[in-house]
């Protein structure tokens, strides 16, 4: 799974990564994200809503909601967040199963002096 990643895969995510607001949000997201195990339904692994809520994501990075909706829009593209559903409210997650395969990825191609 993490190296069998193809180069698009592995070129969209980092492209993603690519902006300081992008990464920001990505930081905040992990920091956010509560434990979860493999076996667990992603549907039960949530986002902290006390920790990340989307208008404080807003202010952490000092751009308007707009501005944040697209940045988390590019992220989910490329695989790096996921979002669920519950009623009128949506909840963003890092996705890090794939910031797993990534550095996974990375991990074999760094060579160590």
Known sequence: MGSDLSETVLSEAFKALGTPHRLALMQRLLACSLP???ADRPEDCEMDPTRCRFGELA???DV???TVSHHLKE???A???ERTREGRRVY???NVDRIEELRQFLDTRVRTS
């Open 36 to 38: 979860c195990s493999k």
């Open 59 to 61: 202010e952490m990075l």
């Open 64 to 66: 308007g909601k707009a």
């Open 75 to 77: 992220l989910r593209r």
């Open 79 to 81: 695989g790096l967040v």
């Open 92 to 94: 963003v997650r890092a």
